[in-house]
Nanobody, 113 residues
């Protein structure tokens, strides 16, 4: 199971930290990812984390504003977002990658003044 939390309403220029709490599988040895989706658009990859020290942020929109981290003893992955803009408004999902992969339910992030 994957449970995202930490979303909400934030003003432009603000920050949020999203959490993804995992259970029921070997989190430490799993590649985990963050995605986001806005209405009418396909879900897009924000970035992935293979280990606590190896993560890759792949979305062009990241521009140094987002950071992925994970705490394996807590079975939790994080997405820290800074300098948020209205175009960052989306539902953010975490995903366990791989053939046995699955999604969390998502958490809404709304950036608006």
């Amino acid at each position: 199971q994957l449970v995202e939390s930490g979303g909400g309403l934030v003003r432009p220029g603000g920050s949020l930290r999203l959490s993804c709490a995992a259970s029921g599988f070997d989190f430490s040895n799993s590649i985990m990812s963050w995605y986001r989706q806005t209405p009418g658009k396909e879900r897009e990859l924000v970035g992935s984390s293979a280990t606590p020290t190896e993560s890759a942020l792949t979305g062009n929109f990241v521009k140094g504003r987002f950071t992925i981290s994970r705490d394996n003893p807590k079975n939790t992955m994080y997405l820290e977002m800074a300098n948020l803009q209205p175009e960052d408004t989306a539902v953010y999902y975490c995903k366990k990658e791989g053939s046995s992969g699955f999604w969390g339910q998502g958490t809404q992030v709304t950036v608006s003044s």
